[in-house]
């Protein structure tokens, strides 16, 4: 599975962005896919999932409210909708699709990751 994500930049304090991430080559075998993120100095951190059959979703708890995750089966695409964005929300985000049959938690997504990786892409909002 490839995964190549779009739609970082700069964005302002209160503002939005709208993060793609499009997956190929074995889409078959995606159950979740997801959004992660690592701020300078700090650790990787789950931001949302997707399950790919149910819609089954879920969200780190400094982004509810503020941020939707969705998905397009049909073109294999994820997307991450961030509004009200907030200077700490400044990260390199990394979209991320799991191949094993259950939707986990957000501690076990935050502990073990998930299956693919994407290259991350840069946001940066300023105050």
């Known amino acids: 599975v490839q995964l190549q994500a779009s739609g970082g930049g700069l964005g302002q304090a209160g503002g939005s962005l709208r993060l793609s991430c499009a997956a190929s080559?074995?889409?078959?075998?995606?159950?979740?896919m997801g959004w992660f993120r690592q701020a300078p100095g700090k650790e990787r951190e789950f931001v949302a999932a997707i399950s790919w059959a149910g819609g089954s979703i879920y969200y780190t708890d400094s982004v509810k409210g503020r941020f939707t995750i969705s998905r397009d089966n049909a073109k294999s695409t994820v997307y991450l909708q961030m509004d009200s964005l907030k200077p700490e929300d400044t990260a390199v985000y990394y979209c991320a699709a799991d191949s094993r049959r259950q939707f986990y938690s957000v501690s076990y997504y935050n502990s073990y990751g998930m299956d693919y990786w994407g290259k991350g892409t840069q946001v940066t909002v300023s105050s």
């Open positions: 080559r074995g889409t078959f075998s995606i159950s979740v």
